[in-house]
Protein backbone atom coordinates (compact mmCIF):
# COMPACT_ATOMS: atom_id res chain seq x y z
CA UNK A 1 0.00 0.00 0.00
CA UNK A 2 0.76 3.55 -0.27
CA UNK A 3 2.98 5.40 2.07
CA UNK A 4 0.76 7.44 4.30
CA UNK A 5 2.17 11.22 4.38
CA UNK A 6 0.50 13.62 6.15
CA UNK A 7 0.94 17.61 4.97
CA UNK A 8 -0.18 20.81 6.32
CA UNK A 9 -0.51 22.48 3.62
CA UNK A 10 -0.71 22.62 -0.30
CA UNK A 11 2.52 25.16 -0.59
CA UNK A 12 4.67 21.96 0.77
CA UNK A 13 6.98 21.18 -2.65
CA UNK A 14 6.24 17.94 -2.61
CA UNK A 15 2.91 18.95 -4.28
CA UNK A 16 4.26 21.33 -7.00
CA UNK A 17 3.23 18.82 -9.94
CA UNK A 18 -0.57 18.60 -8.38
CA UNK A 19 -1.01 22.29 -7.59
CA UNK A 20 1.62 24.67 -9.59
CA UNK A 21 3.50 22.85 -12.76
CA UNK A 22 1.63 23.65 -15.94
CA UNK A 23 0.33 20.84 -18.88
CA UNK A 24 3.21 21.80 -20.52
CA UNK A 25 5.92 20.73 -17.57
CA UNK A 26 3.97 17.87 -16.57
CA UNK A 27 3.77 16.04 -20.12
CA UNK A 28 7.50 17.02 -20.52
CA UNK A 29 9.09 16.34 -17.55
CA UNK A 30 10.76 19.77 -14.59
CA UNK A 31 13.63 20.05 -13.15
CA UNK A 32 14.97 16.42 -13.48
CA UNK A 33 11.27 15.07 -12.79
CA UNK A 34 10.08 12.46 -15.25
CA UNK A 35 7.20 12.99 -18.47
CA UNK A 36 3.90 12.45 -16.19
CA UNK A 37 0.40 12.22 -16.27
CA UNK A 38 -1.89 13.41 -13.24
CA UNK A 39 -5.40 11.91 -12.71
CA UNK A 40 -8.34 13.07 -10.82
CA UNK A 41 -10.87 11.42 -9.35
CA UNK A 42 -11.02 7.57 -7.82
CA UNK A 43 -12.86 5.68 -10.85
CA UNK A 44 -10.07 7.74 -13.35
CA UNK A 45 -6.82 6.50 -11.08
CA UNK A 46 -8.32 2.98 -10.61
CA UNK A 47 -8.53 2.83 -14.48
CA UNK A 48 -5.14 3.91 -14.46
CA UNK A 49 -3.90 1.81 -12.71
CA UNK A 50 -5.84 -1.50 -14.10
CA UNK A 51 -4.38 0.21 -17.47
CA UNK A 52 -0.49 -0.40 -16.20
CA UNK A 53 -0.06 3.02 -15.45
CA UNK A 54 2.81 3.62 -12.69
CA UNK A 55 1.70 5.78 -9.99
CA UNK A 56 4.29 8.08 -8.23
CA UNK A 57 2.34 9.77 -5.79
CA UNK A 58 -1.03 10.57 -5.21
CA UNK A 59 -2.91 13.73 -2.87
CA UNK A 60 -5.43 12.77 -1.17
CA UNK A 61 -8.38 14.59 0.76
CA UNK A 62 -8.66 13.71 4.94
CA UNK A 63 -12.14 13.23 3.97
CA UNK A 64 -11.37 10.63 1.41
CA UNK A 65 -9.22 8.66 2.88
CA UNK A 66 -10.83 6.01 4.00
CA UNK A 67 -13.08 5.74 0.55
CA UNK A 68 -9.80 5.67 -1.29
CA UNK A 69 -8.06 2.69 0.96
CA UNK A 70 -8.78 -0.14 -2.08
CA UNK A 71 -6.72 2.71 -5.10
CA UNK A 72 -4.06 3.07 -2.48
CA UNK A 73 -3.58 0.03 -2.26
CA UNK A 74 -2.77 -1.03 -5.40
CA UNK A 75 0.80 1.13 -5.01
CA UNK A 76 3.80 0.04 -3.41
CA UNK A 77 4.83 1.52 -0.42
CA UNK A 78 7.65 3.61 -1.97
CA UNK A 79 4.83 5.33 -3.31
CA UNK A 80 3.84 8.44 -1.04
CA UNK A 81 -0.07 9.80 -0.45
CA UNK A 82 -0.04 13.01 0.46
CA UNK A 83 -2.78 13.75 2.85
CA UNK A 84 -3.57 17.14 3.03
CA UNK A 85 -6.75 18.69 5.35
CA UNK A 86 -9.88 19.63 3.55
CA UNK A 87 -9.96 23.07 3.42
CA UNK A 88 -6.02 22.81 1.94
CA UNK A 89 -7.63 20.59 -0.85
CA UNK A 90 -10.07 23.45 -1.55
CA UNK A 91 -7.85 26.14 -2.18
CA UNK A 92 -6.80 23.70 -5.80
CA UNK A 93 -8.55 25.27 -8.80
CA UNK A 94 -11.55 22.52 -9.60
CA UNK A 95 -10.96 20.51 -6.16
CA UNK A 96 -14.27 19.37 -6.45
CA UNK A 97 -13.84 17.40 -9.55
CA UNK A 98 -11.02 15.50 -8.07
CA UNK A 99 -13.72 13.69 -5.83
CA UNK A 100 -11.00 13.89 -2.76
CA UNK A 101 -8.10 11.69 -4.77
CA UNK A 102 -5.58 12.75 -7.88
CA UNK A 103 -2.65 10.79 -8.71
CA UNK A 104 0.58 11.46 -10.51
CA UNK A 105 2.15 8.48 -12.98
CA UNK A 106 5.00 8.09 -15.23
CA UNK A 107 3.60 8.97 -18.82
CA UNK A 108 3.30 5.74 -20.72
CA UNK A 109 6.21 5.46 -23.85
CA UNK A 110 4.55 6.16 -27.23
CA UNK A 111 2.70 3.56 -29.29
CA UNK A 112 3.49 2.82 -33.04
CA UNK A 113 0.69 3.33 -34.68
CA UNK A 114 1.18 -0.55 -36.27
CA UNK A 115 1.79 -1.94 -33.37
CA UNK A 116 -2.29 -0.65 -32.00
CA UNK A 117 -3.80 -1.76 -35.39
CA UNK A 118 -2.60 -5.69 -34.83
CA UNK A 119 -6.08 -7.44 -34.22
CA UNK A 120 -8.22 -3.96 -34.42
CA UNK A 121 -11.14 -3.65 -36.50
CA UNK A 122 -12.74 -0.44 -35.41
CA UNK A 123 -10.31 2.53 -35.59
CA UNK A 124 -11.47 5.93 -34.95
CA UNK A 125 -8.84 8.56 -36.54
CA UNK A 126 -9.16 12.12 -34.87
CA UNK A 127 -6.77 14.99 -37.18
CA UNK A 128 -5.99 18.19 -35.34
CA UNK A 129 -8.95 18.11 -32.53
CA UNK A 130 -7.99 21.54 -30.43
CA UNK A 131 -10.68 20.77 -27.50
CA UNK A 132 -9.67 18.52 -24.79
CA UNK A 133 -12.86 17.95 -23.89
CA UNK A 134 -13.71 16.45 -27.09
CA UNK A 135 -11.28 14.24 -26.77
CA UNK A 136 -11.34 12.98 -23.48
CA UNK A 137 -15.30 12.23 -24.75
CA UNK A 138 -14.54 10.87 -27.81
CA UNK A 139 -11.96 7.98 -25.93
CA UNK A 140 -14.91 7.31 -23.29
CA UNK A 141 -17.44 7.10 -26.22
CA UNK A 142 -14.84 4.65 -28.19
CA UNK A 143 -14.50 2.49 -25.02
CA UNK A 144 -18.09 2.28 -24.44
CA UNK A 145 -18.84 1.59 -28.29
CA UNK A 146 -15.94 -0.71 -28.52
CA UNK A 147 -13.57 1.17 -30.70
CA UNK A 148 -10.10 -1.17 -30.87
CA UNK A 149 -8.27 1.55 -31.08
CA UNK A 150 -7.69 5.55 -31.85
CA UNK A 151 -5.10 7.39 -33.65
CA UNK A 152 -4.52 10.99 -33.44
CA UNK A 153 -2.85 13.32 -36.48
CA UNK A 154 0.49 14.34 -34.92
CA UNK A 155 -1.26 17.63 -34.04
CA UNK A 156 -3.51 16.43 -32.27
CA UNK A 157 -4.90 17.62 -28.52
CA UNK A 158 -2.76 14.97 -26.03
CA UNK A 159 -5.47 12.76 -24.72
CA UNK A 160 -3.40 12.24 -21.29
CA UNK A 161 -3.60 16.16 -20.41
CA UNK A 162 -5.57 16.61 -16.99
CA UNK A 163 -8.47 17.59 -18.23
CA UNK A 164 -8.59 14.82 -21.00
CA UNK A 165 -8.38 12.15 -18.82
CA UNK A 166 -10.91 13.48 -16.20
CA UNK A 167 -13.46 13.97 -18.72
CA UNK A 168 -12.67 10.53 -20.11
CA UNK A 169 -13.28 8.72 -17.26
CA UNK A 170 -10.09 7.33 -17.34
CA UNK A 171 -10.87 5.72 -21.02
CA UNK A 172 -7.70 7.02 -22.27
CA UNK A 173 -6.20 4.36 -20.84
CA UNK A 174 -8.67 1.67 -21.50
CA UNK A 175 -8.41 2.25 -25.46
CA UNK A 176 -5.01 1.69 -27.29
CA UNK A 177 -4.07 4.72 -29.13
CA UNK A 178 -0.99 5.78 -31.01
CA UNK A 179 -0.25 9.44 -32.65
CA UNK A 180 1.16 9.63 -35.87
CA UNK A 181 4.40 10.76 -37.07
CA UNK A 182 4.68 14.24 -39.11
CA UNK A 183 6.00 12.70 -41.70
CA UNK A 184 3.22 9.73 -42.32
CA UNK A 185 0.51 11.96 -42.22
CA UNK A 186 -1.99 11.64 -43.86
CA UNK A 187 -0.48 9.65 -46.33
CA UNK A 188 1.18 6.98 -45.08
CA UNK A 189 -0.85 6.15 -42.34
CA UNK A 190 -4.13 6.19 -44.21
CA UNK A 191 -2.56 4.27 -46.77
CA UNK A 192 -1.39 1.43 -43.86
CA UNK A 193 -5.33 1.42 -43.00
CA UNK A 194 -5.99 0.85 -46.60
CA UNK A 195 -3.18 -2.12 -46.68
CA UNK A 196 -5.04 -3.63 -43.00
CA UNK A 197 -8.42 -3.77 -45.27
CA UNK A 198 -9.89 -0.76 -43.29
CA UNK A 199 -13.10 0.73 -44.90
CA UNK A 200 -11.74 4.73 -44.17
CA UNK A 201 -14.64 6.78 -43.84
CA UNK A 202 -14.63 10.52 -43.22
CA UNK A 203 -17.49 12.36 -41.53
CA UNK A 204 -17.32 15.05 -44.02
CA UNK A 205 -20.24 17.11 -45.82
CA UNK A 206 -19.21 16.97 -49.62
CA UNK A 207 -20.15 15.89 -52.89
CA UNK A 208 -20.93 12.07 -52.76
CA UNK A 209 -21.05 11.75 -49.16
CA UNK A 210 -23.48 9.18 -47.91
CA UNK A 211 -26.04 9.07 -44.83
CA UNK A 212 -24.77 6.84 -42.15
CA UNK A 213 -27.24 4.69 -42.25
CA UNK A 214 -27.23 3.53 -45.57
CA UNK A 215 -24.24 1.49 -44.84
CA UNK A 216 -24.52 -1.78 -44.16
CA UNK A 217 -23.27 -3.33 -40.61
CA UNK A 218 -19.76 -3.75 -39.91
CA UNK A 219 -20.19 -7.70 -40.06
CA UNK A 220 -18.16 -10.52 -38.19
CA UNK A 221 -15.00 -10.17 -40.67
CA UNK A 222 -15.06 -6.16 -41.85
CA UNK A 223 -12.73 -3.24 -40.22
CA UNK A 224 -13.26 0.17 -40.30
CA UNK A 225 -11.88 3.28 -39.59
CA UNK A 226 -13.82 6.56 -38.61
CA UNK A 227 -12.03 10.25 -39.61
CA UNK A 228 -12.84 13.13 -37.83
CA UNK A 229 -11.70 16.14 -38.04
CA UNK A 230 -10.88 19.60 -36.31
CA UNK A 231 -13.77 21.42 -34.27
CA UNK A 232 -13.11 24.51 -36.80
CA UNK A 233 -12.87 23.38 -40.39
CA UNK A 234 -13.08 19.95 -40.11
CA UNK A 235 -10.89 17.37 -42.05
CA UNK A 236 -8.07 18.61 -44.58
CA UNK A 237 -8.16 18.05 -48.00
CA UNK A 238 -5.74 15.91 -47.82
CA UNK A 239 -6.84 13.38 -45.21
CA UNK A 240 -9.95 13.35 -47.45
CA UNK A 241 -8.57 12.35 -50.34
CA UNK A 242 -7.06 9.06 -48.32
CA UNK A 243 -10.34 7.68 -47.06
CA UNK A 244 -12.31 5.59 -49.33
CA UNK A 245 -15.70 7.64 -49.12
CA UNK A 246 -17.67 10.65 -47.16
CA UNK A 247 -20.71 10.06 -44.49
CA UNK A 248 -22.57 12.09 -42.58
CA UNK A 249 -24.94 12.33 -40.12
CA UNK A 250 -28.69 12.74 -41.42
CA UNK A 251 -30.23 16.00 -39.68
CA UNK A 252 -33.15 18.38 -39.80
CA UNK A 253 -34.31 22.35 -39.68
CA UNK A 254 -31.23 23.31 -41.65
CA UNK A 255 -28.90 22.22 -39.18
CA UNK A 256 -25.43 20.96 -41.25
CA UNK A 257 -23.47 19.73 -38.38
CA UNK A 258 -22.82 18.39 -34.78
CA UNK A 259 -20.20 19.08 -32.14
CA UNK A 260 -17.48 16.40 -32.95
CA UNK A 261 -18.24 14.58 -29.60
CA UNK A 262 -21.56 14.00 -30.29
CA UNK A 263 -21.39 13.40 -34.44
CA UNK A 264 -18.70 10.62 -33.35
CA UNK A 265 -20.62 9.09 -30.87
CA UNK A 266 -23.55 8.77 -33.31
CA UNK A 267 -21.19 7.53 -35.95
CA UNK A 268 -19.75 4.56 -33.84
CA UNK A 269 -23.36 3.76 -32.58
CA UNK A 270 -24.27 2.90 -35.93
CA UNK A 271 -21.02 1.60 -38.05
CA UNK A 272 -19.61 -0.01 -36.27
CA UNK A 273 -22.15 -2.53 -35.46
Not at 47 to 71: K, Q
Not at 235 to 240: V, Y
Amino acid sequence: MAELVPLDSLDDGRLDVFARLTERQVRLGAEGRDPLVVVESRLAVTAALEGGGEPVSFLVDERDLAASADVLARAGADVPAYVLPHDEVARLTGFRLTRGLVCALRRPAPRPVAEVLEGARRVVVLEDLVDVTNVGAIFRTAAALGADAVLLSPRCADPLCRRAARVSMGCVFKVAWARAEAADWPGATLGLLGERGFERLALALGEGAVAIDALPPLGERGRRALLFGTEGTGLSPRALTGCDRRVVVPMAHGVDSLNVAASSAIAMWQLFR
